[in-house]
């Protein structure tokens, strides 16, 4: 095991909770981690860098039951731009669902991917329950997790994880609806203003 280069692909990267989990990923990672964020203008130089790595970790959320466009970007730079030696790709996705099986059919393109292109595919960490998951106590939860995930990653003995809060979907679902609603009172939009599907007059 060399090092590890960890691409947060998030569209909000410097402020997102792909950043969180990636410090809690180097928390538990043994070798030699370096963080990077995927920018409009920087496309070409971390393809560059990966030829200094022997695995990658990308890190991001779902996004339409999909990978986000950021991410999707890069992956076509990087398939024109490949390194030499191909590193392994593992894979740190979460949703705002409770499931973390709604992460599968952006796991399975990314597999695909990855078979298309030449690259060895490591292990898959899907998270359910999005940022709620990093703010309260259910956080050991998913710590715990993590660092299972970064065993794998460092023996190489890859594997697929999942992790989410362990409520049912109806206390899931009153909590996030009383979460939004103040989050709405707090910038001046109301419950039945949030509902409606108009975003403009």
């Known amino acids: 095991m060399g090092k590890i280069m960890m691409i947060n692909a998030s569209p909000r990267a410097p402020k ?31 393809c560059q860098k990966t030829e200094n790595f022997s695995d990658i970790l990308f890190v991001f959320p779902l ?26 790709i593992s894979v740190l996705v979460n949703c705002g669902f409770i499931e973390p099986e709604q992460n599968n059919i ?5 597999r695909l991917y ?7 595919f490591g292990s898959v960490l899907k998270i359910g329950s999005g940022e709620a998951i990093l703010t309260t ?25 999942q992790v989410t809060m362990p409520i049912s979907k109806k206390m899931f679902i009153r909590a996030s609806d009383v979460y939004w609603e103040k989050y709405g009172k707090k910038n001046g939009v109301t419950k039945e203003e949030m509902k409606t599907m108009k975003i403009e007059e």
């Not at 996004?63 to 191909?86: H, I």
């Not at 952006?106 to 990314?110: D, G, K, R, Y």
């Not at 990855?114 to 060895?120: D, K, L, Q, R």
Request: proline letters at 6%; glycine letters at 2%.
């Open 16 to 46: 997102s909770n792909s950043k969180e989990y990636a410090k809690l990923f180097a928390q538990y990672f043994s070798s030699e981690t370096e963080y990077c964020e995927v920018k409009k203008s920087n496309h070409l130089m971390l």
């Open 63 to 88: 996004y339409a039951d999909s990978l986000p466009v950021t991410l999707l970007n890069f992956l076509k730079t990087l398939e024109v731009n490949p390194p030499q030696r191909k590193p392994t």
């Open 106 to 110: 952006a796991v399975e393109m990314l």
């Open 114 to 120: 990855c078979t298309t292109n030449g690259y060895p």
């Open 137 to 161: 106590p259910f956080r050991i939860f998913l710590k715990a997790k993590i660092k299972k995930f970064a065993a794998s990653i460092k023996t190489q003995k890859y594997d697929t994880f």
